[in-house]
């Protein structure tokens, strides 16, 4: 059994963060002391890295909640992972895009040269960048 401060020790996730989850349904309520402490069991903390992980893989909590109950249902969650990877595939394209730019705007900046520097000029019209590299 885990105290929520033990919890939040063993998996690096906030106290508040968890009774947030709890909160919304993510993280089952766990059971009570008879001082009213939250008592937390092992499925407990593999549920929150379970979360943790797919925070840190940039899923939703939508997704997560989906991808918990898939997974209780032992059903495929490839079509998650698949919308996802395209998501990011395009943020990649939108990044790399204004990478581009930037990389175009500090080389027309002439190194240093003031009167030459067209940062401030590009940034006041969007008509003089390159590529699309909005979001």
Request: proline share 1%.
């Amino acid at each position: 059994m885990f105290s929520i401060g033990s919890l939040s020790k063993a998996t690096g996730c906030k106290v508040e963060t968890i009774r947030y989850y709890e909160k919304i349904g993510l993280m089952p309520e766990p059971a009570r002391s008879e001082g009213g402490q939250r008592r937390y069991h092992r499925h407990h903390l593999d549920r929150l890295q379970f979360i943790r992980h797919g925070r840190a893989l940039g899923f939703t909590l939508d997704d997560i909640r989906e991808l918990l109950d898939l997974s209780a249902s032992h059903q495929h969650a490839d079509s998650i992972a698949r919308r996802h990877r395209d998501a990011v595939q395009e943020r990649i394209r939108s990044l790399t895009a204004l990478r581009n730019e930037l990389d175009r705007m500090i080389e027309d900046c002439a190194h240093g040269h003031s009167g030459e520097c067209r940062v401030i000029e590009t940034l006041s019209d969007h008509g003089r960048c390159l590529g699309d590299h909005d979001h």
